[in-house]
């Protein structure tokens, strides 16, 4: 496809529970970043992957979360035993140089 | 202090008017400036990106950088129903890799 593709674009899961969500970013661009968008609040930065160099984790809110990119391309983000505080949407971005272009996000809501 | 203000809104206007809507920052070494579309339930769509001060209009948009006053803008022109978006602005410092996003307005046009 020609934009950043999310995946799953909706997931409730219950309290505690492990969850993944997956970014496909577009071809060719290096850099990858997620992002925390809360209800009236601004994106909050998590983390920032650049081709193989070791990613920029200074964002993510506690060691349940964390992220990984296969072959400088996927990346998937991972909550450990969620918590209701984590409900939100999780927005992917890729960018080549100075434009970052967006994902349509998944919305996490833990009950 | 925020590094990035922006006024929440919601701002409503009648179709056809001119909106400006605005971000201070307190950085002075941001140089690279982005105004995103945000419709509700979707990702941010990256609408214009500047680096320079003085104006760079597409279409009914006109992105504005005044780097004195530390005060970014954008306008739109002959607003439609279908502006009625949330908009984000954003920017990053030359060389860096961190977006730093204002809250968004929200905008209503109504018809």
């Known amino acids: 496809g020609a934009g950043v593709s999310q995946s799953p674009s909706n997931k409730v899961t219950e309290k505690g529970k492990d969850v993944e969500l997956r970014c496909d970013p577009i071809s060719g661009h290096t850099a990858l970043y997620w992002y925390r968008q809360s209800l009236g609040q601004g994106l909050e930065f998590l983390i920032y992957f650049q081709g193989n160099s070791a990613p920029d984790k200074s964002g993510l809110p506690s060691d349940r979360f964390s992220a990984e990119r296969t072959g400088g391309s996927v990346s998937t983000l991972t909550i450990q035993r969620t918590q209701q505080e984590d409900s939100a949407v999780y927005l992917c971005?890729?960018?080549?140089?100075?434009?970052?272009?967006f994902g349509q996000g998944t919305r996490l809501t833990v009950v | 202090q925020k590094e990035v203000e922006q006024d929440p809104g919601p701002l409503s206007v009648p179709e056809g008017a001119i909106v400006s809507l605005n971000c201070t920052y307190s950085n002075s070494a941001f140089q690279y400036f982005m105004w995103y579309r945000q419709y509700s339930r979707k990702g941010p769509e990256l609408l214009m990106y500047t680096y320079s001060s003085g104006n760079k209009e597409d279409g009914r948009f006109t992105a504005q950088v005044d780097k004195s006053s530390k005060y970014i803008s954008l306008f739109i022109r002959d607003s439609q129903p279908s502006d009625s978006a949330t908009y984000l602005c954003a920017m990053k410092v030359s060389g860096t890799y961190k977006y730093i996003f204002g809250t968004g307005t929200r905008l209503k046009v109504l018809a």
């Open positions: 971005a890729s960018s080549f140089s100075d434009e970052a272009f």
